[in-house]
T-cell receptor
Framework: LAKTTQPISMDSYEGQEVNITCSHN???????ITWYQQFPSQGPRFIIQ???TKVTNEVASLFIPADRKSSTLSLPRVSLSDTAVYYC?????????FGTGTRLQVFP | DAGVIQSPRHEVTEMGQEVTLRCKPI?????LFWYRQTMMRGLELLIY????????DSGMPEDRFSAKMPNASFSTLKIQPSEPRDSAVYFC???????????????FGDGTRLSIL
């Protein structure tokens, strides 16, 4: 399973756009890229998933370059409630391998 | 719609006691996962089932841990005997798997916070 690398933590302010980049240099041809969000005292929550190019939903956008060796989760206009840990996962099976994630802190 | 339901939410017990954690997956989901989360090791997959059959239990720490899924709507994770190092938050998740190459979103419960004294 492809290993992912993402920043340990990030800080932002309300209303700003936040971009969290994940590196996955040895991603396999049939691997998908999936992001989860975890609030304190809750289980992770699926945010978005993509294979290539760009995916957008009501919560976030996911940008994947042509070589697929990295991906960027974009959160538009964050609020205090977006403070959470964000996990980037790469794989093509039901077996998810969670890394350490990125702890995003949003300030007023 | 009800999400994944775990019980109890909190459990405090003494070392050596048997602990049973329970999970009710989302109706219609055919895959169920048990995870453990600690500060030191992060979120680890312990075991997962597909159509009530254990598929991969390579993450189960040792023989003291066992998991069952007697039907599509219920699963248990049992620790016997429990030890202080088992203290963690245990999450159950479910998904609708499409098969071998599935990567469907998993829906997590709110977890059971287990403390072994």
């Amino acid at each position: 399973l492809a290993k992912t690398t993402q920043p340990i933590s990030m800080d932002s302010y309300e209303g700003q756009e936040v971009n969290i980049t994940c590196s996955h240099n040895n991603i396999a041809t049939n691997d998908y890229i999936t992001w989860y969000q975890q609030f304190p005292s809750q289980g992770p929550r699926f945010i978005i998933q993509g294979y290539k190019t760009k995916v957008t939903n009501e919560v976030a956008s996911l940008f994947i370059p042509a070589d697929r060796k990295s991906s960027t989760l974009s959160l538009p206009r964050v609020s205090l409630s977006d403070t959470a840990v964000y996990y980037c996962l790469v794989g093509n099976t039901d077996k998810l391998i969670f890394g350490t994630g990125t702890r995003l802190q949003v300030f007023p | 719609d009800a999400g994944v339901i775990q019980s109890p939410r909190h459990e405090v017990t003494e070392m050596g006691q048997e602990v049973t954690l329970r999970c009710k997956p989302i109706s219609g989901h055919n895959s169920l996962f048990w995870y453990r989360q600690t500060m030191m090791r992060g979120l680890e997959l312990l075991i997962y089932f597909n159509n009530n059959v254990p598929i991969d239990d390579s993450g189960m720490p040792e023989d003291r841990f066992s998991a069952k899924m007697p039907n599509a709507s219920f699963s248990t994770l049992k620790i016997q005997p429990s030890e202080p190092r088992d203290s963690a938050v245990y999450f159950c998740a479910s998904s609708f798997s499409l098969g071998q190459s599935s990567n469907q979103p998993q829906h997590f419960g709110d977890g059971t916070r287990l403390s072994i004294l």
